[in-house]
């Protein structure tokens, strides 16, 4: 089993929902976050002049998928989650050591 | 006189107006702060509404309006609202209760002293703020409003016009908050330029809102009658905030994007220009002032952030000192007695003498409300200390101060 934690632009979260489901994997958590890699900051104005913002909103979506899928499902998210420009996001794959379904008790792959 | 029922209602329903604009400030700065201060701010002005509401009654309007004292001060004659009844005054708002120019003239002592709030958020002591408040009421508002309003006060005896508050309230505020400010001290991060991100721009802009709505009663309520004059000044008070808003709108496009934050700021300066001036001009004349409003508070704000170096965190004196310095000074370039037969002729009308009694005004108020403020502010510096701990600080007001925060954890 693997874990993908995908940083994504907030208005990609949709393709990328839809191409995870598309590949079977219909179950994932999603939540609001803050940063940038290379892209920097946003600058915005105050009432005279201009502040700038170091970290920009961001979506993260972490699914957990079986090793054979990892493949298809990365190839779905950058494909889903691309523009081609700056900003795009990172996708990061972590090994996962268990799984347990909190009302069955499945535990492993039975789990996810 | 005996009481007109039109005026009394006219000036019931005014003092609530104003009574509105308090908490039309604290949502106005409480939407400019970051998110660990929104509460403290607010509460900086919804405790002085209830406190100045008391202080006012018991002693202030008395040392204010009160029997004068050698043109300087209101004696303590009307001390908890002695003779202050259901008849009319024999010198104030002579056809109405004088009950209700007393509570009218209370609702403008809560929003002055709530203004000064702006220049300290996010770092001055809760407690130190009430003092700071007793103190300023005390020793700066009630002279100055005797000065200006007071029947016998020297500065309406040289000839000085003030509507409804240009000096009395803004010139007042905007400068006492600059002394205050500069006494305190910048926030943690200003001076390594740390972004301070406003929380909550349409908070603000609701602030803005009721500020404008409840200016009506603050300026068309000082005509004190309910006729002709009160329409003059309403319309003034509107097409002064237009205008200024419209042209701060401008400026910050010129720079950059039409800001919202930037039109409810000007929204504000064109309703402090027009104070002094709303029952001296005729109403189309709100236009230059709202313009000449807008740009000579956007420059000063400018100068404030890059040049003066001094964290006057919301810009009271860039905003109300400055816009209630063009006010004042506006007042004797506009005012008509066409318009206001107890006004005078301003320059546009002839006679330049006029612009020299604003100038004396603007100058005394502005001297006396620096340096007040600074022995005030000084005082509870050392007594019992103007600032929170550099962790409470941190942490944020709100919690360290008050207990609460403004908006709901995780766990619902």
Redesign the interface.
Known sequence: MKKIEAIIREEKLDAVRTALEASGYCGMTVSEVSGHGRQGGLT??????????DFLPKIKVEVVVLDEDLPRTLNAITSAARTGEMGDGKIFVLPVDDAVRVRTGEEGENAI | MPVNSADTAWLLISSALVMLMTPGVALFYGGMVRRKNILSTIMMSFAILALVGLLWVLYGYSLGFGPDKGGIIGGLDWFGLRQVGQEPSSVYAITVPHLAFMVFQAMFAIITVALISGAVVERMKFSALLVFSVLWLTFVYCPVAHWVWGSGGWLSRLGTLDFAGGTVVHINAGVSALALAWLLGPRKGFLEKQ????SNIPMVTLGAGLLWFGWFGFNAGSALTSGGLAASAFVATNTAAAAAAFTWMLL?WI???P?L??AA?GAVVGLVAITPAAGFVSPVMGIPIGIGAAVAC?YA??LR??KMGVDESL?VWACHGIGGTWGALATGIFTSVAVNSAGADGLLFGSATQVLKQLTGIAVVWTFAFGATWVLGKLVDVTIGLRVTTVEETVGLDISQHGERAYGGMLR
């Open positions: 915005l104005q105050w009432r005279v002049g201009e502040y700038k913002v | 972004p301070m991100e406003p910050s720079h950059r994007r800001s934050l930037g700021t956007y704000m400018l952030a890059k810009d």
